[in-house]
Protein backbone atom coordinates (compact mmCIF):
# COMPACT_ATOMS: atom_id res chain seq x y z
CA UNK A 1 0.00 0.00 0.00
CA UNK A 2 2.53 2.50 0.88
CA UNK A 3 4.05 2.13 -2.52
CA UNK A 4 1.28 2.32 -4.28
CA UNK A 5 0.47 6.05 -2.72
CA UNK A 6 4.26 6.95 -3.13
CA UNK A 7 3.13 8.28 -6.35
CA UNK A 8 0.89 10.70 -5.16
CA UNK A 9 1.60 14.58 -6.21
CA UNK A 10 2.73 16.50 -3.32
CA UNK A 11 1.08 20.11 -2.04
CA UNK A 12 2.80 22.92 -0.30
CA UNK A 13 3.05 23.36 3.37
CA UNK A 14 1.65 26.49 3.26
CA UNK A 15 -0.85 28.64 0.80
CA UNK A 16 -1.25 32.70 1.05
CA UNK A 17 -4.76 33.28 0.55
CA UNK A 18 -5.57 36.86 -0.73
CA UNK A 19 -8.30 38.52 -0.01
CA UNK A 20 -10.20 40.03 -3.03
CA UNK A 21 -13.40 40.64 -1.32
CA UNK A 22 -13.81 43.95 -0.72
CA UNK A 23 -12.60 45.02 -3.51
CA UNK A 24 -13.48 42.74 -6.48
CA UNK A 25 -16.16 41.05 -4.55
CA UNK A 26 -18.23 44.17 -3.79
CA UNK A 27 -17.46 46.45 -7.08
CA UNK A 28 -20.20 43.65 -8.92
CA UNK A 29 -22.43 44.29 -6.44
CA UNK A 30 -25.56 46.90 -6.99
CA UNK A 31 -26.56 48.22 -3.94
CA UNK A 32 -24.99 50.80 -2.40
CA UNK A 33 -22.68 49.51 0.31
CA UNK A 34 -21.86 52.08 2.89
CA UNK A 35 -18.60 52.73 3.70
CA UNK A 36 -18.67 52.26 7.12
CA UNK A 37 -20.04 48.97 6.14
CA UNK A 38 -17.07 48.00 4.22
CA UNK A 39 -14.50 49.21 7.21
CA UNK A 40 -15.59 46.88 9.69
CA UNK A 41 -15.58 44.18 6.62
CA UNK A 42 -12.05 44.74 6.04
CA UNK A 43 -11.25 44.53 9.97
CA UNK A 44 -12.64 41.91 10.14
CA UNK A 45 -10.73 39.81 7.54
CA UNK A 46 -7.54 41.41 9.03
CA UNK A 47 -8.15 39.70 12.43
CA UNK A 48 -8.72 36.65 10.79
CA UNK A 49 -5.52 36.93 9.44
CA UNK A 50 -4.95 37.37 6.23
CA UNK A 51 -2.09 38.63 5.11
CA UNK A 52 -2.99 40.55 1.98
CA UNK A 53 -6.24 41.92 1.34
CA UNK A 54 -7.04 43.95 -1.98
CA UNK A 55 -9.01 47.02 -0.27
CA UNK A 56 -10.38 49.06 -3.12
CA UNK A 57 -9.65 50.71 -6.51
CA UNK A 58 -8.39 53.92 -7.48
CA UNK A 59 -10.64 53.69 -10.26
CA UNK A 60 -13.01 56.35 -11.67
CA UNK A 61 -16.21 56.60 -9.64
CA UNK A 62 -18.19 57.38 -13.01
CA UNK A 63 -17.00 53.42 -14.46
CA UNK A 64 -17.69 51.82 -10.43
CA UNK A 65 -19.73 53.98 -8.23
CA UNK A 66 -19.32 50.96 -5.20
CA UNK A 67 -15.96 51.99 -5.31
CA UNK A 68 -15.71 55.95 -5.18
CA UNK A 69 -14.70 55.86 -1.49
CA UNK A 70 -11.63 54.20 -2.09
CA UNK A 71 -9.79 57.40 -0.36
CA UNK A 72 -12.40 56.97 3.23
CA UNK A 73 -11.84 53.32 3.06
CA UNK A 74 -7.84 53.55 2.67
CA UNK A 75 -7.46 56.42 5.11
CA UNK A 76 -9.52 53.53 7.93
CA UNK A 77 -6.99 50.57 6.61
CA UNK A 78 -4.13 52.81 7.80
CA UNK A 79 -5.81 53.59 10.82
CA UNK A 80 -6.25 49.83 11.87
CA UNK A 81 -4.18 48.89 14.62
CA UNK A 82 -0.84 47.23 14.28
CA UNK A 83 -1.18 43.86 12.10
CA UNK A 84 0.50 41.85 9.41
CA UNK A 85 -1.86 42.33 6.97
CA UNK A 86 -1.17 44.26 3.66
CA UNK A 87 -3.56 46.20 2.08
CA UNK A 88 -3.70 46.60 -1.95
CA UNK A 89 -5.61 48.56 -4.25
CA UNK A 90 -6.27 48.65 -7.86
CA UNK A 91 -4.98 51.40 -9.54
CA UNK A 92 -6.17 51.83 -13.60
CA UNK A 93 -3.65 54.27 -14.79
CA UNK A 94 -1.83 58.04 -13.36
CA UNK A 95 -4.57 59.29 -12.34
CA UNK A 96 -5.85 56.87 -9.84
CA UNK A 97 -1.76 56.20 -8.99
CA UNK A 98 -1.57 59.58 -8.05
CA UNK A 99 -5.20 58.99 -5.80
CA UNK A 100 -3.21 56.36 -4.11
CA UNK A 101 0.00 58.19 -3.36
CA UNK A 102 -2.00 60.99 -1.81
CA UNK A 103 -3.64 57.96 0.34
CA UNK A 104 -0.82 56.67 1.91
CA UNK A 105 -0.96 53.13 -0.07
CA UNK A 106 2.03 50.40 -0.28
CA UNK A 107 1.15 48.21 -2.59
CA UNK A 108 -1.13 48.23 -5.82
CA UNK A 109 -1.55 46.32 -8.37
CA UNK A 110 -2.50 46.84 -12.35
CA UNK A 111 -4.63 44.52 -14.75
CA UNK A 112 -5.00 43.36 -18.63
CA UNK A 113 -6.23 40.92 -20.63
CA UNK A 114 -4.69 37.81 -22.35
CA UNK A 115 -7.72 38.45 -25.28
CA UNK A 116 -7.60 41.85 -27.16
CA UNK A 117 -11.69 41.57 -27.27
CA UNK A 118 -12.11 41.59 -23.72
CA UNK A 119 -9.26 44.29 -22.96
CA UNK A 120 -10.83 46.67 -25.61
CA UNK A 121 -14.15 46.16 -24.03
CA UNK A 122 -12.46 46.42 -20.23
CA UNK A 123 -10.44 49.55 -20.43
CA UNK A 124 -11.18 50.69 -24.16
CA UNK A 125 -7.46 49.56 -24.84
CA UNK A 126 -5.59 47.04 -27.02
CA UNK A 127 -3.55 45.19 -25.15
CA UNK A 128 -0.02 46.68 -26.18
CA UNK A 129 -1.75 49.98 -25.35
CA UNK A 130 -2.73 48.77 -21.89
CA UNK A 131 0.92 47.57 -21.25
CA UNK A 132 2.03 51.11 -22.18
CA UNK A 133 -0.25 53.05 -20.10
CA UNK A 134 1.17 50.94 -16.94
CA UNK A 135 4.40 51.49 -17.49
CA UNK A 136 4.97 54.73 -16.16
CA UNK A 137 2.16 53.59 -13.69
CA UNK A 138 5.00 50.96 -12.07
CA UNK A 139 7.52 53.26 -13.04
CA UNK A 140 6.62 55.64 -10.48
CA UNK A 141 5.52 52.67 -7.46
CA UNK A 142 9.09 50.92 -8.09
CA UNK A 143 10.49 54.52 -7.62
CA UNK A 144 8.31 55.13 -4.39
CA UNK A 145 8.95 51.85 -2.94
CA UNK A 146 5.32 50.25 -3.32
CA UNK A 147 4.80 46.87 -4.18
CA UNK A 148 2.76 45.77 -7.34
CA UNK A 149 0.99 42.50 -8.86
CA UNK A 150 -0.16 42.23 -12.40
CA UNK A 151 -3.02 40.70 -12.85
CA UNK A 152 -4.15 39.09 -16.25
CA UNK A 153 -7.59 38.35 -16.98
CA UNK A 154 -9.31 35.87 -19.38
CA UNK A 155 -6.26 33.62 -19.01
CA UNK A 156 -8.66 30.78 -19.78
CA UNK A 157 -11.33 32.07 -22.50
CA UNK A 158 -12.86 34.95 -23.12
CA UNK A 159 -16.29 35.51 -23.10
CA UNK A 160 -15.92 37.58 -26.60
CA UNK A 161 -13.25 35.40 -28.17
CA UNK A 162 -13.78 32.32 -26.89
CA UNK A 163 -10.32 29.97 -26.86
CA UNK A 164 -7.31 31.91 -25.70
CA UNK A 165 -3.77 30.91 -26.63
CA UNK A 166 -1.70 30.37 -23.98
CA UNK A 167 0.88 31.90 -25.61
CA UNK A 168 -0.50 35.37 -25.40
CA UNK A 169 -0.69 34.90 -21.29
CA UNK A 170 2.92 34.06 -21.84
CA UNK A 171 3.30 37.17 -23.37
CA UNK A 172 1.66 39.55 -21.31
CA UNK A 173 3.13 37.40 -18.13
CA UNK A 174 6.48 38.35 -19.30
CA UNK A 175 5.52 41.88 -20.49
CA UNK A 176 4.42 42.97 -16.94
CA UNK A 177 7.63 41.03 -15.21
CA UNK A 178 9.87 42.90 -17.07
CA UNK A 179 7.77 46.17 -16.41
CA UNK A 180 8.18 45.55 -12.53
CA UNK A 181 5.78 43.57 -11.69
CA UNK A 182 6.82 41.14 -8.63
CA UNK A 183 3.77 38.71 -8.73
CA UNK A 184 1.35 37.88 -11.11
CA UNK A 185 -2.56 36.60 -10.92
CA UNK A 186 -3.74 34.46 -13.29
CA UNK A 187 -7.49 35.12 -13.70
CA UNK A 188 -10.01 32.52 -14.82
CA UNK A 189 -12.46 35.95 -15.47
CA UNK A 190 -15.83 33.79 -16.56
CA UNK A 191 -15.35 30.92 -15.17
CA UNK A 192 -14.58 28.16 -17.68
CA UNK A 193 -11.35 26.59 -16.89
CA UNK A 194 -10.59 22.91 -15.99
CA UNK A 195 -7.66 21.09 -14.19
CA UNK A 196 -6.44 19.79 -17.83
CA UNK A 197 -6.07 23.74 -18.79
CA UNK A 198 -4.24 25.22 -15.37
CA UNK A 199 -2.06 22.45 -15.67
CA UNK A 200 -0.61 23.45 -19.27
CA UNK A 201 -1.00 27.22 -18.79
CA UNK A 202 1.06 26.96 -15.91
CA UNK A 203 3.55 24.24 -17.38
CA UNK A 204 4.07 27.03 -20.09
CA UNK A 205 4.45 29.79 -18.08
CA UNK A 206 6.77 27.57 -15.59
CA UNK A 207 8.44 25.61 -17.77
CA UNK A 208 9.38 27.36 -21.41
CA UNK A 209 8.57 30.78 -19.82
CA UNK A 210 10.71 30.63 -17.21
CA UNK A 211 8.72 32.26 -14.44
CA UNK A 212 9.33 31.24 -11.53
CA UNK A 213 6.64 29.80 -8.97
CA UNK A 214 6.61 32.06 -6.29
CA UNK A 215 6.16 34.77 -8.60
CA UNK A 216 2.57 33.25 -9.95
CA UNK A 217 -1.24 33.15 -8.13
CA UNK A 218 -4.40 31.83 -9.39
CA UNK A 219 -7.68 33.40 -9.24
CA UNK A 220 -10.80 31.91 -10.52
CA UNK A 221 -14.27 32.16 -10.89
CA UNK A 222 -16.88 28.95 -9.61
CA UNK A 223 -19.16 29.65 -12.28
CA UNK A 224 -19.06 26.25 -13.67
CA UNK A 225 -18.31 24.24 -10.65
CA UNK A 226 -14.89 24.28 -11.42
CA UNK A 227 -13.15 26.47 -9.08
CA UNK A 228 -12.02 24.06 -6.24
CA UNK A 229 -10.61 21.13 -8.69
CA UNK A 230 -8.95 24.11 -10.45
CA UNK A 231 -7.16 25.35 -7.62
CA UNK A 232 -5.96 21.92 -6.63
CA UNK A 233 -4.59 21.09 -9.40
CA UNK A 234 -2.88 24.41 -9.25
CA UNK A 235 -1.34 23.20 -5.64
CA UNK A 236 -0.02 20.15 -7.62
CA UNK A 237 2.01 21.97 -9.95
CA UNK A 238 3.68 24.21 -6.94
CA UNK A 239 1.61 27.75 -6.20
CA UNK A 240 1.02 28.74 -3.41
CA UNK A 241 -0.75 31.62 -3.23
CA UNK A 242 -4.25 31.50 -4.13
CA UNK A 243 -6.96 34.50 -4.84
CA UNK A 244 -10.75 34.18 -3.02
CA UNK A 245 -13.33 36.32 -1.93
CA UNK A 246 -15.06 36.17 1.43
CA UNK A 247 -18.33 34.54 0.70
CA UNK A 248 -18.35 34.16 -3.23
CA UNK A 249 -18.96 37.84 -3.71
CA UNK A 250 -17.81 39.34 -7.41
CA UNK A 251 -17.67 38.89 -11.00
CA UNK A 252 -17.06 40.75 -13.75
CA UNK A 253 -19.46 43.71 -15.14
CA UNK A 254 -17.82 43.59 -18.01
CA UNK A 255 -17.91 39.90 -18.60
CA UNK A 256 -21.86 38.39 -19.25
CA UNK A 257 -22.61 35.75 -16.88
CA UNK A 258 -19.54 35.32 -15.08
CA UNK A 259 -20.71 34.19 -11.85
CA UNK A 260 -18.69 35.26 -8.55
CA UNK A 261 -14.72 34.60 -7.22
CA UNK A 262 -13.78 31.37 -5.26
CA UNK A 263 -14.85 31.64 -1.91
CA UNK A 264 -12.54 32.29 0.56
CA UNK A 265 -14.28 29.69 3.28
CA UNK A 266 -14.36 27.37 0.32
CA UNK A 267 -11.00 27.11 -0.54
CA UNK A 268 -9.94 27.54 3.67
CA UNK A 269 -11.75 24.62 4.36
CA UNK A 270 -10.31 22.42 1.69
CA UNK A 271 -6.70 23.73 2.14
CA UNK A 272 -6.93 22.91 6.23
CA UNK A 273 -8.53 19.61 5.92
CA UNK A 274 -5.52 18.96 3.91
CA UNK A 275 -3.35 19.52 6.21
CA UNK A 276 -1.98 22.97 4.50
CA UNK A 277 -1.22 25.49 6.88
CA UNK A 278 -2.78 29.44 5.75
CA UNK A 279 -2.38 31.36 9.38
CA UNK A 280 -6.31 32.39 8.37
CA UNK A 281 -9.06 31.31 10.79
CA UNK A 282 -11.87 30.42 8.62
CA UNK A 283 -14.57 31.00 11.52
CA UNK A 284 -13.71 34.71 11.41
CA UNK A 285 -13.67 34.71 8.24
CA UNK A 286 -17.54 33.32 8.66
CA UNK A 287 -18.38 36.28 10.72
CA UNK A 288 -17.07 38.89 8.75
CA UNK A 289 -19.19 37.88 5.31
CA UNK A 290 -22.01 37.54 7.85
CA UNK A 291 -21.66 41.10 8.94
CA UNK A 292 -22.01 42.27 4.91
CA UNK A 293 -24.23 40.33 3.50
CA UNK A 294 -27.30 42.07 4.54
CA UNK A 295 -25.85 44.86 2.78
CA UNK A 296 -26.17 43.09 -0.46
CA UNK A 297 -29.60 41.40 -0.76
CA UNK A 298 -28.57 38.01 -1.24
CA UNK A 299 -26.88 35.61 0.20
CA UNK A 300 -23.74 34.43 -0.28
CA UNK A 301 -22.39 31.98 -2.69
CA UNK A 302 -19.65 30.33 -0.56
CA UNK A 303 -20.62 26.35 0.21
CA UNK A 304 -19.06 26.15 3.37
CA UNK A 305 -20.91 29.69 4.74
CA UNK A 306 -24.25 28.31 3.36
CA UNK A 307 -23.53 25.01 5.28
CA UNK A 308 -22.39 26.59 8.25
CA UNK A 309 -25.69 28.50 8.57
CA UNK A 310 -28.00 26.01 8.16
CA UNK A 311 -25.89 24.17 11.10
CA UNK A 312 -26.57 26.85 12.84
CA UNK A 313 -30.03 27.30 12.05
CA UNK A 314 -30.67 23.48 13.38
CA UNK A 315 -28.40 23.71 16.34
CA UNK A 316 -25.50 21.88 15.44
CA UNK A 317 -21.86 22.31 15.67
CA UNK A 318 -20.51 23.55 12.42
CA UNK A 319 -17.73 21.52 11.10
CA UNK A 320 -15.03 24.01 11.00
Do not use: W
Not at 46 to 51: F, P
Amino acid sequence: MIEQLSGLPVFPMSVRVVEVGPRDGLQNEHMPIPTEQKIRFIRLLAEAGLEVIEATSFVSPRAIPQLSDASAVMAACKAVPKTQTRYTVLVPNMKGMERALLAGVRSIAVFTAASESFTRHNIRATIAESLENFRPVVALAKREGIAVRGYISTVFGCPYEGAVDPYAVLAVAHALLEMGAEELSLGDTIGVATPKQVREVLALLVGEGAIPLDRLAVHFHDTRGTALANVLMALQMGIHIVDASAGGFGGCPYAPGAAGNLATEDVLYMLHGMGIQTGVDLENVVAATRTIAPYLGHMPTSKYFQAHEASLLLGEEPHA
